[in-house]
């Protein structure tokens, strides 16, 4: 939450980000309203697009077209400002999977338990998806749709479990691969069961993702699923990340959803 806390005229304003306070200068040009979101969003504060005009002292456009070439390290999406970078680092998936590895075990194991024999299912990329891909049925005539590198390479080395891998261009920071002949394969393709992770569950902007090249993909396969799982745990909610592929309703369930108090 950004509060506003006290304006100067003619020399900046001051700023509350989560309780701490911050004098902001008044930006007088491009380069100086790009910095002056930066510290905005430094701590992964996402400030609507409005607010960020009224603090600066400028337009929704100009701060649109400031943004536009998207190249800065702030993005503007969905009327929302926000770092493209996740605590100071861009999403990699070698970093993903050394984090909160407790909580996506815990979750991958409950949708683990619901595939049957003779499933053909859909696991998404991500680092928490690895963890069912460990627990899946062996041997019991199962069929593994998949556009990630680290879930194919693991499932390839079970017994009695079919892969199918939807290649193409690599995309080393997601590890996945996306291409206009993976989507025509899922349109050949009866998935009785889709598993999708997000980075990100916002209220308003839906279910999220780091990277546009994932959306494609995943809405495919959520088309051609007969029931879609969203496999993510709560340290997810409220988070937006810049691509949404999906709204909270289009999923029987969410495994991982944060208890309601």
């Known amino acids: 939450m950004t509060t506003l806390a006290h304006k100067w005229p003619g020399d900046g304003v001051s700023l509350k980000l989560n309780g701490q306070e911050n004098h902001v200068a008044r930006p007088s040009g491009r380069a100086a309203r790009i910095q002056a979101l930066k510290k905005l969003c430094a701590s992964g504060t996402i400030l609507h697009i409005a607010e960020a005009a009224q603090e600066l002292k400028t337009s929704e ?32 998936l070698s970093h993903a999977q050394g984090t909160n590895t407790q909580a996506k075990t815990q979750v991958a194991r409950r949708a683990a338990a619901l595939v049957e024999p003779e ?6 990329c991500g680092s928490t998806l690895q963890y069912l891909a460990a627990n899946l049925p062996q041997n ?16 390839s080395r079970l017994d009695g479990v079919t892969l199918i891998l939807l290649a193409g ?5 997601s590890g996945s691969f996306s291409s206009d002949t993976a989507l025509g394969m899922l349109q050949e393709i009866n998935i009785t069961k889709g598993f999708f992770s997000a980075a990100g569950i916002h209220e308003s902007e839906g279910v999220t993702c780091f ?14 699923s007969q029931r879609r799982f ?32």
């Open 61 to 92: 456009i100009t701060i649109r077209r400031d943004l536009g070439d998207g190249e800065n390290g702030i993005l503007c999406l969905g009327g929302y400002i926000m770092s493209a970078n996740e605590n100071g680092e861009r999403y990699s």
């Open 140 to 155: 019991a005539n199962v069929t593994v749709v998949t556009q990630a590198m680290n879930i194919a390479e693991m499932v």
């Open 169 to 173: 261009i690599y995309h080393p920071e």
């Open 211 to 224: 990277h546009f090249h994932e959306v494609a993909v995943k809405r495919a396969a959520m088309a051609r």
């Open 230 to 261: 969203l496999v993510s745990d709560a340290s997810k909610w409220g988070k937006l990340r810049p691509a949404t592929f999906a709204q909270l309703d289009e999923f029987e369930t969410w495994i991982g959803q944060p208890e309601t108090e």
């Open 119 to 124: 499933d053909t299912i859909f696991v998404d």
